[in-house]
Each structure stands twice: as C-alpha cells, then as structure tokens.
C-alpha cells in the first residue's frame, strides 16, 4: 500500500529522504536507493507498506537470538526492497526486486500475532525492516500499546540514521544487527554502504536494548582473521557480552566464491573469543 513517507524534506523541486545515510536525492517520478521510497509532486511516498511477501513462526534462534528468550517461537514478517546491494545476499528475490506481496493492516498483523500459540511477539526480518519504517514502527508501537509484554524483534543491517532509530527504539526488545566486515571498501563495494554509520548505530542501540551481531565470513572477502579480530575488538569496547554469530558462507546471487572454510570458521571463533564471552559459530 502507498502511504505518505516519514523523514523527508523538499529540496525545491526535488525531496531530500534522510531515513537511511544515503541521504536520497530524489527527482519527481524517481526512487531512492531502497527502490521503495518514491517522490510523486512534492512528497515522498513509500510503496510496501503493510505489504508482506514472507510470514513464519521461527525458533527465536534463527534470527539469530541465541540469548533472548531462548527455546521460544516469534512470528516472523518481511516485505520486500532494501537499501543495501550486497552480492551474496540470501534474500535477493525479496531485498533486490518488488516481490508479490499481500496487504496486512498493523491492526491485523498484531491480532494475528497475539492469538497465535506459542509466539513471543513480533520479529520484522528477511528483507530489511528499516526501509519498511512507517509500518514497522506502527505495528511496534500498537503491539506494545496491546499488550506491553509482547516481543519486538528487528533483524536489520543497522543502516538507518539516528532521528528514526532513537524514535523505533522504545518499542524494539531485541536486535540482531548485521556487522558485513570491518572494512570502508567491502561496504561501499559488496554492500553500497558505509561501515561507520552501522558501528555508531550498534553503539546506540546496544546502550538501548539486547543486541546480538551476525557477521558472515565470505571467502576471499573478509575471511581474515585480523579482521574478525578487529570486530571482535570493538564490541568488546561496547561491552564483553554482545553475542557475535560468525555465519558460514555459501554461494548465493551475483557472488559464486567457495563456501567458507570450517577450519577457518572455528580458528575465527577462538580468535573472537579472546575479547568476547559469547561467541557462535552459525550456518555449519
């Protein structure tokens, strides 16, 4: 569903988006990077609101959350678009192209999940919820206005600026937020990205809510051990408690690289279990 957008400016004939570090220019008629914020005669609009293309009830582990509300179930939702080009996305028919979908209205998607058995609350995951935001923070915010012991769970790529974060936050319990590498050019490459807006935003929300981090090790990419060294180094200096899944590579996309190393998947955990108490290997 078309709705008016949030975080936005007009820039004489053309509109300034500053939801995500983008920092979208956008002419009459044309989207932003995210392929889902459009501007139509002087206002932004996003196109997949309420509009979902993947529901499941998911282990609380597959997020991955290995340490909040372990052995539990969350409904899980995603639409599609994302702000991100990575190469070896494991999403890309959702993240990468307008994927058919159905219109859930929040009202509904909290009743579903309220009367759902066995389901801790909300996770909004499999594309990227932070171009998903109206909807996302709507149905957060309902859902905890319903029923405040009901979960929110956000599984995002951290690239959101800081005004929208910090207003999401208050109704989001848990984050697993992915960390691609610790290097400005695999971000900007692999990714369009920047990787100082995703560390500070793993700073504010780790200071705000349970945070656990996913970094998939790409073979030939960022499979370093001084890298996963210099991750491991940084969430440590936020707080020795941050879970960091190292998640096993396979060929997906555009990027037809080998499956990473098993041997070089369990040399990373003991070098990232220097600095930090919880540390997981995912995907072997």
Same mark, same amino acid.
């Given at each position: 569903? /078309? ?7 007009? !820039?004489?004939?053309?509109?300034? #988006?500053?939801? #995500? ?38 282990? %609380?582990? /597959? ?6 509300? =372990?052995?539990?179930? %969350?409904?899980? &939702? ?10 070896? #996305?494991? +999403?890309?028919? %959702?993240?990468?192209?307008? *994927? ?8 509904? !998607? &909290? ?27 709507? *149905? ?6 319903? +029923? ?18 910090? /207003?999401?936050? =208050?109704? &989001? ?5 992915? !960390?691609?590498?610790?290097?400005? @050019?695999?971000?900007?490459?692999? #990714? ?5 807006? &995703?560390?500070?935003?793993?700073? %504010? ?17 960022? @499979? ?16 020795? @408690?941050? =879970? ?33 108490? /919880? ?6």
């Amino acid at each position: 569903m /078309k709705t008016e957008a949030m975080f936005y400016e007009k !820039l004489k004939d053309k509109i300034h #988006c500053f939801l #995500c570090p983008h920092n979208c220019v956008i002419e009459n008629g044309h989207f932003g990077k995210c392929n889902v914020r459009t501007h139509e005669d002087g206002k932004l609009f996003t196109i997949n609101y309420g509009e979902v293309t993947s529901a499941a009830l998911d282990p %609380i582990e /597959k997020k991955p959350l290995y340490y909040f509300k =372990p052995h539990t179930h %969350i409904f899980s &939702v995603g639409s599609f678009g994302c702000n991100f080009t990575c190469g070896f #996305c494991q +999403n890309y028919s %959702i993240s990468q192209f307008k *994927a058919k979908s159905q219109f859930v209205s929040k009202e509904d !998607l &909290v009743h579903t999940a309220l009367t759902m058995k066995d389901n801790i609350g909300i996770a909004f995951t499999y594309n990227e919820p932070s171009i998903w935001y109206e909807y996302v923070y709507d *149905a957060s915010k309902l859902l905890k206005e319903t +029923n405040p012991n009901a979960s929110v769970v956000v599984v995002t790529n951290g690239y959101i600026s800081e005004e929208p974060l910090k /207003k999401l936050l =208050p109704y &989001v319990d848990a984050m697993n937020i992915d !960390l691609k590498s610790f290097n400005k @050019d695999y971000y900007k490459d692999l #990714c369009g990205g920047s990787l100082q807006s &995703v560390l500070k935003n793993i700073e %504010i929300a780790a200071r705000n809510t349970h945070v656990e981090i996913t970094t998939l090790l790409v073979s030939g990419e960022n @499979d370093s051990l001084e890298e996963v060294e210099e991750i491991a180094k940084f969430l440590s200096s936020i707080s020795l @408690d941050i =879970p960091l899944h190292l998640s096993r590579y396979f060929p997906r996309y555009k990027l037809e690289n080998e499956p990473t190393n098993i041997e070089f998947m369990k040399k990373a955990e003991e070098v990232a279990k220097k600095y930090l108490n /919880k540390v997981s290997l995912g995907n072997i």
